[in-house]
């Protein structure tokens, strides 16, 4: 079966035509010489090659497929088929080959030095997840009252003492005088914010012992 590009109602050597036209009306305008005539006739006879790939590719693309037996295709159809195929192939390997520099903030990478940065970036945000959060407490005084002058304040610091939770550690603590010979006991904590409630505390030294704590009261708060 002869080329389908024959049935094409394409003129395929205009290039060459107009080409050697100008070059003519050129020589004969005394505008050029033969050397460059000879130099150009090469350039333009490549260039007519190139053109007419394109358009037997272009032909081959556009033009339907056949139906029936000759849905095979002939010659022509086969050699443009094989060159489009040579050509992808190529194409696949020099993309595994050619490491393309692609544009970022920083400039100009490769896909090997983004990658790497992309990486080193993960690998600073896993590590930085990693660290404990930082956990809010807080510095309290209270000072817990007695009913009078006659309240066992040793046994009133014990009770205190005794009440444990999570997040609540008890420091140092001393006896301040009030008046009337009363004293008051003043007791230092530490308390993490998310755990321990101050008000909660409060309410539960003074329901726990009502025969000997009158109130409590916060003195300082500080967060650390």
Known sequence: MSSPLLLENVWLQ??????????????????TTAGAVNKTENKCSLAGEIA????????????????????????GDGAVLKRLEALEKENKELRKKVNIPVRTIWGWQDEETKALKEKRLAEYAAKKSKKPALIAKSSIVLDVKPWDDETDMGELEQRV????????????SKLAEVGYGIKKLVIMCVVEDDKVSIDDLSEKITSENEDLCQSVDVAAFNKI
Request: aromatic share 6%; glycine share 12%.
């Open 14 to 31: 205009q290039q060459k035509f107009e080409d050697a036209e100008r070059l003519y009306q050129q020589l004969k305008a005394g505008t």
């Open 161 to 172: 003492r005794s009440i444990e939770q999570d997040g609540l550690v008890w420091g140092s």
């Open 52 to 75: 007419q790939v394109r358009q037997d590719i272009q032909s081959a693309l556009t033009k339907p497929p056949p139906k029936g037996p000759a849905a095979t295709g002939g010659a």
